[in-house]
């Protein structure tokens, strides 16, 4: 009998832990609008693709960007406000709990209207990339996760008497700081003198009047940059030479020849192995995707697939790295693919309501 409950306890066990495995958090930012009520939260089941328990995280103004620090300890999102000085917005970090989350502290971001939050890999800094004002704030971490006052203030307008800065996105490497600002024309550099950020040796790369670079990635090795441009619809590729400096070796449409009406992109991701590159398109409405040549960084077209939406402003690759999810903001669902991991092709598995999401983020 002993022996028998053993059995019994041990089988329960391994699929109490099989059934963990196949499940992981997704966050779900949001605007405040259709309904909207903050940041949401569903288990997604890495077997069948299925998004279910549904959950209200936190009653938030326009949680409209979110991201986790790489020890999946904290989770720092945006909203819009003008509680702060000076400001008409916010980061509030927040602990991750086993039974969700908790607030640490807010802090305003100093610029108008912030769109992207960046952390560093060691979680020290994180910035806040503001797109009214063209401007960023580089924070301090503090050990349990929160935002110190009085961040670092760099304020893009004055690079350009011209051109209106548009900060859009920022990324931390071991090289420094990467920021693509959407109204330069420019992915700007940033090192760390040991007090505060300072221009790069390559301070700027520069891109076509009227590109817009918008996000970024790298590949693993940061031999190889990808950046898609919202106003021109491409995605340029750079590469790194002995100097560390990156130079574009080629651009590439993101959308059908046939394609004639208006359309900006939004979002870029890599699949987990580095072969494949997708990118999305607000107005094709698709996702467009690209094989990746690892040895020459450079892209050769793969297809693309409809989002089953409208206006997919931001899109993830799962954990498991066999599911691609879109957050279509004017259509309110969130749509489910199946990726095949061999060719990098798209199948529609279904969809869930959820009003204007814009932002997805897997715990993992």
């Given at each position: 009998m002993k022996q028998r409950?053993?059995?019994?306890?041990?089988?329960?066990?391994?699929?109490?832990?099989?059934?963990?495995?196949?499940?992981?958090?997704?966050?779900?930012?949001?605007?405040?609008?259709?309904?909207?009520?903050?940041?949401?939260?569903?288990?997604?089941?890495?077997?069948?693709?299925?998004?279910?328990?549904?959950?209200?995280?936190?009653?938030i103004k326009d949680p409209s960007f979110l991201t986790l620090s790489d020890n999946k300890k904290y989770l720092y999102v945006i909203k819009r406000t003008e509680e702060f000085k000076d400001s008409k917005g916010a980061i509030i970090a927040y602990k991750i709990k086993e039974d969700g989350i908790e607030e640490i502290n807010t802090v305003?971001?100093?610029?108008?209207?912030?769109?992207?939050?960046?952390?560093?890999?060691?979680?020290?800094?994180?910035?806040?990339?503001?797109?009214?004002?063209?401007?960023?704030s580089i924070y301090k971490v503090a050990e349990d996760g929160s935002l110190k006052s009085n961040p670092q203030y760099i304020n893009h307008k004055i690079l350009d008497s011209i051109k209106k800065a548009k900060a859009h996105a920022s990324i931390f490497t071991p090289d420094g700081l990467f920021t693509a600002d959407l109204g330069?024309?420019?992915?700007?550099?940033?090192?760390?003198n040991g007090k505060k950020f300072v221009p790069g040796k390559q301070a700027s790369l520069n891109f076509p009047d009227g590109?817009?670079?918008?996000?970024?990635?790298?590949?693993?090795?940061?031999?190889?940059?990808?950046?898609?441009?919202?106003?021109?619809?491409?995605?340029?590729?750079?590469?790194?030479?002995?100097?560390?400096?990156y130079t574009a070796i080629e651009t590439k449409s993101t959308l059908d020849k046939?394609?004639?009406?208006?359309?900006?992109?939004?979002?870029?991701?890599?699949?987990?192995?580095?072969?494949y590159l997708y990118g999305s398109n607000r107005g094709e409405n698709t996702i467009v995707i690209f094989k990746i040549d690892k040895e020459t960084g450079k892209l050769t077209l793969v297809g693309r697939e409809s989002v089953h939406g409208d206006w997919p402003r931001n899109f993830v690759i799962d954990p498991s790295n066999t599911f691609l999810l879109v957050a279509?903001?004017?259509?309110?669902?969130?749509?489910?693919?199946?990726?095949?991991?061999?060719?990098?092709?798209?199948?529609?598995?279904?969809?869930?309501?959820?009003?204007?999401?814009?932002?997805?983020?897997?715990?993992?």
């Open positions: 409950n053993l059995v019994l306890i041990l089988c329960s066990l391994v699929l109490f832990i099989s059934c963990k495995e196949e499940s992981s958090k997704l966050f779900v930012g949001t605007f405040s609008e259709n309904g909207s009520e903050g940041l949401y939260s569903y288990s997604f089941n890495s077997k069948t693709g299925e998004l279910n328990n549904k959950k209200l995280e936190a009653e305003g971001t100093g610029g108008g209207y912030p769109c992207h939050v960046g952390v560093s890999k060691e979680g020290n800094f994180l910035a806040a990339s503001c797109y009214s004002d063209g401007s960023l330069l024309d420019a992915v700007k550099r940033y090192t760390y590109a817009g670079p918008r996000h970024f990635k790298f590949s693993k090795d940061k031999k190889f940059l990808y950046v898609i441009n919202e106003l021109n619809s491409t995605i340029t590729v750079l590469n790194k030479n002995e100097d560390a400096e046939a394609f004639k009406d208006k359309n900006s992109c939004a979002d870029i991701h890599l699949s987990k192995d580095g072969n279509n903001q004017k259509t309110n669902n969130i749509s489910v693919f199946k990726r095949n991991i061999k060719n990098g092709t798209l199948s529609f598995l279904q969809e869930i309501k959820n009003p204007s999401p814009v932002c997805l983020e897997f715990l993992e």
